[in-house]
């Protein structure tokens, strides 16, 4: 195969290192590698005309609107991107406070200020505390099975249905009432997903659950859009180093590879390109979406990846969480709301209702965050799992009319006027991304993430590195997250580093 020629890699004499995907970890990884006295020759490949990744910031509406990541989880002192977000000045002055930063949420999602039920009427404040705290009492105690031989069942949702049967059996009053505590647990059910990046909750694994560590701090924004980070990051990249639209099709490892501009040298990789383009290196740090990967295994590793990385692969889940932005008019919701939930008072966790997913996609919604803006009035939903792939699959009118109806039925004001405009993330059908994050489905374990993380070939000092692997779904403790993301990038790189220096002194999180 003929390689490209050209030289618009980083300047350094080191060896070749190709980065494969520009979102945080592969950023993060390029930017610790460039910062190492003995900087190797470095090229970053991007599928894309951007740079970022998962991270995605839009101008709309009169604001930033995030299509991909919202929030930093754990904003505190063990956090890296808030570290880094901190001293690129990017963040407001409550955000930075010591107070923020020692609030432990336990990774729960705050109550809303406001839940709409279905039959047009508001649900009762005191209800959804009450089982708000009885499905985050739940949720804590499934984190408990981590060490424990054997879990009691295979899934978090199987073991909440459970625990809920068995909560449900000692409820007393009438059966509306009993009937609402339930649709009210299966919207947190689906808050649930979100926040797991999954379809359902029988798809998550009982017993390694409690390995996702959650930071302390009050989750917080980039008032100037989360882009902001990764695009200061970028800048601090030699120029050129980053090639976009610059897809790759298959890596062929554990080789001998030439090229013209490098006569008498060997590359053990190189790097093919959907355009033809090849890329010779001595390491390649592949950092694609874990859905990219499933659904590419088969070509993109020439030899194919040994069958344990292959299998953790397919078996780590990847699923699919997307955001809908509504612009009004004028808002609906008082000034001092800040989230919006919505009850299907027909619905149950413990009842699986089949139905054709055209009629009922809507009911996936779990509500609307109130966008902070003096001028605008934008509402955000949060939707997972099928039902949210399915939405990708409507027009922007359909959608529309769909969630004026929503809002027309659970606020009893069928003269509601329809948003102004839509704007919806699509991470699904995003090509390079297939999905939004990863998850410890049923039959995994955090060591197949670890076997992910893996680098190969597994044996040799001679074929040491070639590839390696970083990206959310590679990170034991901190997975789905932009954190997880950086930290994983920089794991990687500092692996290339302690291989050609083993004395080098690794710093910490420097800018």
């Not at 039959?119 to 981590?146: H, K, N, P, W």
């Not at 070509?299 to 990385?309: A, D, H, R, Y």
């Not at 919006?340 to 149950?348: F, L, P, R």
Request: charged share 20%; hydrophobic share 40%.
């Amino acid at each position: 195969m003929e390689s490209s020629g050209g030289r618009a890699e980083s300047s350094g004499r080191g060896p070749r290192v190709l980065v494969v995907g520009s979102g945080i970890a592969g950023l993060g990884a390029a930017q610790r590698l460039c910062r190492h006295p003995a900087s190797p020759q470095l090229r970053v490949l991007e599928a894309t005309g951007r740079a970022g990744g998962r991270i995605r910031s839009e101008r709309g509406f009169g604001g930033v609107l995030e299509l991909g990541a919202h929030w930093i989880h754990g904003p505190s002192q063990g956090n890296p991107v808030f570290q880094l977000a901190a001293r690129y000045q990017l963040l407001g002055e409550r955000d930075l406070s010591e107070e923020n930063q020692q609030i432990d949420t336990g990774g729960h999602v705050g109550l809303p200020s406001v839940s709409y039920g279905s039959s047009g009427v508001s649900v009762s404040r005191e209800l959804v505390v009450e089982m708000a705290s009885l499905f985050y009492s739940l949720i804590d105690q499934t984190r408990e099975f981590l060490h424990t031989a054997d879990a009691p069942v295979p899934s978090v949702g199987e073991y909440l249905k459970k625990e809920i049967r068995q909560h449900a059996a000692g409820w007393t009053g009438d059966e509306q009432t009993r009937k609402l505590k339930l649709a009210i647990l299966n919207s947190f059910f689906n808050v649930e997903c979100c926040v797991s990046g999954t379809h359902s909750m029988d798809l998550v694994a009982l017993a390694p659950f409690g390995e996702y560590t959650v930071l302390p701090g009050l989750d917080c924004t980039f008032p100037g859009g989360y882009q902001e980070l990764t695009n200061r990051i970028m800048a601090s990249l030699p120029e050129g180093v980053i090639v976009f639209n610059k897809p790759v099709k298959t890596i062929h490892w554990n080789g001998s590879f030439q090229e013209a501009l490098s006569p008498g040298e060997t590359f053990p990789v190189l790097v093919e390109c959907e355009d033809g383009a090849c890329f010779p290196a001595h390491h390649v740090i592949i950092t694609v979406p874990l859905g990219f990967l499933k659904e590419h295994l088969d070509t993109f590793f020439e030899p194919p990846l040994p069958t344990e990385k292959a299998e953790a692969i397919r078996k780590i889940g990847f699923g699919t969480s997307n955001k809908i932005f509504l612009e009004f008019e004028e808002p609906f919701w008082e000034p001092d709301c800040q989230h919006i939930q919505v009850v299907w008072e027909d619905t149950s966790p413990l009842e699986d209702i089949a139905s054709e997913l055209q009629h009922v996609w809507f009911k996936k919604l779990i509500g609307f965050l109130v966008l902070p803006s003096e001028s605008v009035h934008v509402l955000c939903g949060f939707i997972a799992g099928l039902e949210s792939e399915f939405m990708e699959t409507l027009s922007d009118e359909e959608v529309l009319l769909s969630l004026t109806q929503v809002l027309r039925r659970v606020t009893g004001n069928a003269r509601l006027p329809a948003p102004r405009s839509v704007l919806r993330s699509r991470w699904h059908s995003a090509p390079y991304t297939r999905g939004s994050y990863s998850y410890v489905a049923v039959g995994s374990t955090g060591d197949d993430i670890d076997l992910l993380a893996q680098p190969l070939p597994a044996d040799g000092a001679e074929a040491q590195l070639q590839m390696l692997f970083a990206g959310e779904a590679t990170h034991r403790t901190f997975y789905s997250t932009t954190h997880g993301a950086l930290l994983s990038g920089w794991r990687e790189a500092d692996r290339l580093v302690a291989l050609r220096d083993p004395q080098a002194q690794l710093p910490g999180p420097r800018l």
